[in-house]
């Protein structure tokens, strides 16, 4: 049986959906009771305000993706395997969700209030402390660690993904975050790591990287 959405979720996938197929256009509330098929009194009865709207959207961003960035860090022991799948994951997201990856870019957020642009940083900046994170345990639990510092390692793999969703957007979302992922990262993985144990300062060559 499927199970009924309410009008709040109506809401924010009407929301999405407008954002999706009005790249550059501002929405308006009269546009967006509109599209849901209620009056805009209706609208301000679920949500006081358009910025709530996307916040609601930036909400279901951060549950989504950290509720499965926690369970990927149960699941998986290896640090190299946890960052493919948490970056992964991340594309894959913005990939399937197009409208509120207008969101994550700042795109959608042109006129807004300073608060939902603060939300994202948030997300962003949260999103890399649990990239340091692994790359912490990573050395604690396996001798390995990045060839550059630490907190330089994790942006550059936050960058990598940040630039591949910024070209999605820019591209119409004609150019897939996904895209040739899987020929790049293990490129980007080649050297990155290196052992700490004594006597062992080479970089760790990718050939040893099994995909999990």
């Known amino acids: 049986m499927t199970k009924k ?9 009407a ?8 790249p550059g256009e501002r929405i308006t509330t009269a546009r967006l009771a509109k599209e849901v098929g209620v009056s805009e009194a209706a609208l301000y009865r679920h949500f006081p305000s358009k910025s709530k709207m996307f916040e609601g959207l930036i909400e279901f961003i951060e549950e989504t993706i950290f509720t499965r960035v926690n369970m990927i860090l149960k699941e998986e022991d290896q640090a190299m ?4 799948k948490i970056l992964g994951l991340l ?10 990856t207008r969101i994550l870019t700042g795109d959608a957020l042109a006129g807004e209030t300073e608060r939902l642009r603060a939300r994202v940083v948030q997300f962003f900046d949260r999103f890399e402390t649990q990239l340091k994170q692994t790359l912490r345990e990573a050395e604690i639990q396996e001798g390995i660690r990045p060839t550059m510092p630490m907190n330089i390692a994790a942006n550059l793999l936050l960058a990598t993904i940040e630039g ?38 080479t970089p760790m060559a990718q050939a040893s990287y099994q995909n999990g």
Do not use: Y
């Open 15 to 22: 929301l999405a959906h407008m954002l999706e197929v009005s």
């Open 5 to 13: 959405v309410s009008r709040r979720q109506q809401i924010l996938q």
């Open 81 to 84: 395997v946890k960052l493919e």
């Open 164 to 201: 591949r969703i910024c070209q999605f957007v820019r591209s119409e979302f004609k150019r897939k975050p996904t895209e040739n992922w899987q020929d790049q990262w293990p490129v980007l993985m080649n050297g990155f790591f290196k052992e700490t144990a004594a006597g062992s300062s």
């Open 91 to 100: 594309l894959a997201f913005t990939e399937r969700n197009p409208g509120i």
